[in-house]
């Protein structure tokens, strides 16, 4: 890749033509108490399941866990940022939330072009969230990439 190629790509994302059926990229991310109150602040969900220990360890996970939104995020920060990156525009998104994330663990979102529907230059993406070889969140979300001049 070229350095005005990689310069474009970092400021506007890949342009449709350029995606590829089974392209993919990833990012990854240990969750922290920090991260933990930082998004219970933000989306206001203050569920103690999160956030009290106590209250926590009495349920079914035996301790706090993270937000299954705040490791789904992470998909959006690879789309907006990796693949396609910058200008593409969410559509819609499908999440099945399979396993908990307690604070430590890291959770690694990756995201792999399923289908190209060239007519509306949309992709639909497989959307993956794990923690080591188990997958926390599994789902599927589409993408619309806009033309480029």
Known sequence: MSDNTRNFNELYGYRFE????????SLSRTVSEADILLFSGVSGDTNPVHLDEEFAASTM????????MLSAGLIS?????????????YLSQS?????????????????????LKVEKRRVVFST??????TVVIDGEAELLIPARG
């Open 128 to 133: 993956v969230c794990s923690c080591g070889d």
């Open 77 to 89: 920060a690879v789309f907006g940022m990796r693949l396609p990156g910058p200008g593409c525009i």
């Open 95 to 115: 999440l099945k939330f399979k396993a908990p994330v307690k604070i430590g663990q890291t959770v690694v979102a990756r995201v792999t072009v399923k289908e």
């Open 18 to 25: 350029e995606l590829s059926v089974g392209q993919s990229a």
């Open 61 to 68: 996970f035996g301790g706090r866990i993270a937000h299954g």
